[in-house]
């Protein structure tokens, strides 16, 4: 049964499709919703968010500037009374315009500021607008306004006129850079270094293509080694710059791009509380400078803190660039590189438009004033036929006949306006006429004409002259804030701090740091991986949590770093299925978290005799004792592990016995099997490292140090540990040689007397510094040197005369090696003027390696020279027993004998 519908009347003609008229004229609602949406997509991107190529400023911030331009009169204006003014031209509130200027003030190139105008750094709100005031820096009247070359169009009630771009000579979007968010996409452009910008600018007039880095007002450090030129799918990594004040203080004086005091300080305060660092109180000294005081707990490392800060809070942050600009109405996306071209480009266009409507305008008063000249000189004001012309057609004619001999003198014809300028002149002014006075005008602006004309025929070089005019003009003040470096990747879980407590009940297989009846293991971080090993020869690593299962009968657990290879576990097994008793050492640098791995060959019944983890590669001598056998006559013999070679995890390792085993003692402890710590020295990253990167410092065993010497002449040591920081101003680092000789020469700062002194650093708690010249203030390190015979060049002033001579010194021969508090003696009697050194440095790391290979050469020597002495090597044994030995094959297919 279908039901009936009634429709009105207009309805039912529409829906029979009768109205032909109505329904041609109908749009659906997607319809107008895809358009307006568009329209509105193309508003936000074209007049707020994104900025123009051309001059670098959106919409709302070219209005500031053309309104300021308008208002300008020398003097401050009231940023309210500038925002009022704006408003003519911009559409929407007061709130929006006063936030973009404060935005352009805060940036300190194009409004001179004068009161508070807020505080990026700290994040302080500027006052209100009606308290503060603003005018164009003498930067922006130069680079950013020229009427003759702006294009103009009508404001948005058509009453007023206003500039599509501004004529800016600069690459001033990449100076102040930019941040916009419109629909469907964004743009983040990088501010870049002011005196920067000037060379990559020369360097593009010159041919080549530039290469820039962000530059940022806070200052801090960046990596910019992926910075993809600014492209979408780049990384910038900034950090806070961070000093030690002292081994309980450290401070952070320069905070990352984007961030504020007040911001960084709640992040440090929250890693605090979740316990991810450990300070006792947080000050902020904030003033003209950036100075955040944080001070340390007791006990804790400022090497790790620093760390520590950089992994879990504001002090470093990562920005992605994004650099999108409009180009003829349409937005781009290019890359800082280019943007500065099509800057440089545009910069050398519009100083040619300059050029040419400079030259125009010297033509044009020549012309005018050749032609007052004329006029005057050949009396054509009183020509009868000239006072008789009843109307301007008629003057015009007559004067017409009276130029037409002097016509090839002037540069283009003569237009009827020039009559007429002519004829307005008073009569006063043409009496008064001074031909050779206007001679010398002319003749001043011929010259200027053909300066102008050379500036034309070479434009690149007056496009140089000026960006080299913007840097001698304008640079002073605006060097390089940024340090550019690469970083090193600070792992959070190697500088977390110690925030839980690691238990284990060993019998039922649990770890956790819940677990607080049962035993304690240790302290560890909440994102730290634990390794627990069991008697059944199996292991397993794991992530810290309140409670795990990782299977019965644990015998060691421990927190696990990943990439150890110093921790060597030492290991005696027993296989399940031949009864055979192993022993091996190995290492565990990199796992898969949760799967488990065997220690043993991983039949069935194998069993873990023996087990210790060894923090340095010790290796202990154990005692076995077997269980008695009619074959055996020996039952208790020594095993030293530090005969055993460090393998892989998986290795099957060395036999012990093939009989049964009663137990395992250990006798007494060894020493570390390991060779000594090879370290560099990564000037770029500030830190040492093992993998080979910089400059090679030396082998270090436990007790070695590292010679800190400073600029200031002052020393301190420093342990060996990769966390360490190194600050700025270090004169030397070097492996500490306790009988290494050192020579110096220092000035006294009191009586300008140079002084040489012999001597030995003294050896001294880590961390303590002290000085080894004068402390007498002025006094400086002029040169220091470990070379066996230092020989210096001096420039002396002799006599009463002051006569110059130039003489070399042995250093050795004025002074012997003395303790390292005294003074030394006298450089020279007479006036010394310079001291250089002649000789060479000694490289201890180098000269370390090279013994080492001396060494080893030796060694391969005297092993050469006993197989050529003993043809057979014969092994004489007294085995009074077959079965007291085993022959085993090592995983390189080499016999062991035991």
Not at 198 to 211: A, F, H, T, Y
Not at 594 to 600: L, N
Not at 660 to 671: D, R
Not at 877 to 897: M, R, Y
């Amino acid at each position: 049964m279908s039901e009936e519908t009634n429709f009105p009347a207009d309805d039912q003609a529409y829906n029979n499709g009768q109205d032909n008229e109505l329904s041609s004229d109908t749009i659906s609602l997607s319809g107008l919703y895809e358009n307006w949406f568009l329209d509105y997509a193309s508003y936000v991107i074209l007049d707020r968010a994104v900025p123009h190529l051309n001059d670098g400023f959106k919409p709302v911030q070219r209005r500031i500037l053309h309104s300021l331009k308008e208002m300008d009169d020398g003097r401050f204006n009231k940023a309210a009374n500038v925002i009022g003014n704006t408003m003519k031209y911009h559409p929407h509130g007061d709130a929006s315009i006063g936030d973009a200027m404060v935005q352009i003030g805060q940036k300190d190139l194009l409004i001179d500021c004068q009161g508070n105008w807020g505080d990026p750094i700290t994040g302080d709100s500027a006052a209100a607008p009606r308290y503060i005031e603003g005018r164009l820096s003498k930067f922006a009247l130069e680079v950013v306004f020229n009427p003759d070359t702006t294009e103009w169009q009508l404001s948005y009630d058509g009453r007023n006129k206003e500039p599509v771009t501004l004529p800016v000579k600069f690459p001033l979007l990449l100076a102040q850079g930019a941040e916009g968010i419109a629909v469907g996409l964004a743009t983040k452009i990088m501010p870049h270094n002011f005196v920067e910008l000037i060379d990559g600018s020369i360097q593009v007039l010159k041919g080549e293509r530039p290469n820039l880095m962000p530059d940022f007002p806070t200052g801090g450090t960046a990596d910019v080694s992926n910075y993809n030129e600014g492209r979408r799918g780049g990384k910038i990594r900034v950090r806070a710059k961070i000093e030690e004040r002292d081994k309980k203080t450290l401070a952070i004086t320069e905070i990352p791009f984007g961030t504020t005091t007040g911001g960084l300080i709640d992040s440090v305060v929250s890693a605090n509380d979740k316990g991810k660092i450990k300070i006792r109180k947080i000050e902020d000294n904030t003033a003209g400078e950036v100075e955040i005081i944080v001070h340390l707990a007791a006990g804790i490392s400022p090497d790790v803190t620093i760390d520590a800060l950089y992994a879990f809070t504001a002090c470093e942050t990562s920005i992605s660039p994004n650099t999108c600009v409009i180009i003829d109405n349409k937005p781009h996306f290019m890359s800082v590189n280019d943007m500065l071209i099509a800057n440089t480009n545009q910069t050398k266009e519009l100083l040619k438009r300059e050029l040419e409507i400079r030259l125009h305008e010297l033509q044009e008063k020549i012309f005018f004033s050749s032609l007052l000249k004329i006029f005057i000189q050949e009396g054509m004001y009183k020509h009868p036929n000239y006072e008789n012309s009843g109307d301007f057609e008629t003057v015009v004619v007559v004067l017409n006949q009276l130029f037409e001999p002097f016509f090839a003198q002037l540069y283009r014809e003569i237009r009827p306006e020039d009559y007429k300028r002519l004829i307005e002149r008073p009569m006063s002014s043409i009496t008064r006429f001074d031909v050779k006075k206007a001679d010398e005008q002319m003749k001043a602006q011929e010259d200027e004409i053909k300066e102008v004309r050379k500036k034309l025929k070479h434009l690149t070089e007056h496009a140089i002259e000026w960006f080299e005019h913007l840097r001698s003009k304008y640079a002073k003040g605006r060097e390089r804030k940024t340090e550019i470096r690469i970083f090193d990747r600070v792992e959070a879980a190697q500088v977390a701090l110690a925030n839980a407590k690691l238990y284990v009940n060993r019998e039922d297989g649990f770890i956790g740091t819940g677990m607080r009846r049962d035993e304690l293991v240790s302290e560890c971080s909440d994102i730290d991986d634990v390794i627990a090993f069991r008697a059944d020869g199996k292991y397993v690593v794991t992530k810290v949590q309140e409670k795990v299962f990782v299977g019965k009968d644990i015998i060691h657990v421990a927190v696990f770093k990943r990439g150890d290879d110093r921790t060597t576990y030492n290991a005696i097994y027993k296989d399940g299925t031949s009864g055979t008793t192993y022993i091996k050492r190995f290492a565990v640098t990199a796992i898969t978290r949760d799967k488990e791995y065997d220690i043993t060959k991983g039949s069935k019944g194998s069993k873990l005799l023996y087990f210790t983890a060894n923090p340095n590669g010790e290796a202990e001598v154990v005692n076995i004792q077997l269980k008695p056998h009619s074959k055996l006559r020996k039952l208790n013999f020594d095993m030293d592990f530090a005969e055993i070679a460090i393998k892989g995890r998986a290795s099957q390792g060395n036999i012990v016995s093939k009989y049964p085993i009663k137990k395992i003692a250990f006798k007494n402890a060894g020493v570390s099997t390991l060779a000594g710590r090879k370290i560099w020295f990564d000037d770029v990253m500030t830190r040492l490292n093992a993998d080979e990167r910089g400059r090679y410092l030396g082998e270090f065993d436990a007790d070695d140090k590292i010679l800190l010497v400073y600029q200031d002449g002052s020393y301190e040591f420093s342990s060996f540990d990769l966390s360490n920081h190194f600050g700025a101003n270090i004169l030397k680092m070097e492996k500490y040689m306790p009988e290494e000789i050192y020579t110096a020469i220092h000035q006294d700062g009191k009586s300008g007397t140079y002084y040489v002194k012999r001597f030995k650093y003294d050896d001294q708690p880590i961390g303590k510094r002290q000085s080894f010249i004068n402390d007498s203030p002025g006094s400086k390190l002029i040169i220091l040197t470990n070379g066996d015979e230092p020989i210096v060049k001096l420039q002396l002033l002799k006599g009463k005369t002051q006569t110059p001579e130039t003489v070399e010194q042995s250093l050795n021969e004025i002074i012997d090696v003395k303790g390292i508090k005294a003074q030394g003696n006298r450089l020279s009697f007479h006036t010394v003027k310079a001291v250089s050194l002649l000789t060479e440095e000694r490289d201890f790391a180098q000269i370390n390696s090279q013994e080492n290979e001396n060494i080893a050469e030796q060694d391969l020597k005297e092993e050469d020279n006993q197989e050529n002495t003993s043809p057979t090597n014969d092994i004489s044994l007294e085995i009074t027993n077959p079965d007291d030995i085993s022959l085993s094959e090592d995983d390189e297919g080499q016999t062991s004998l035991f």
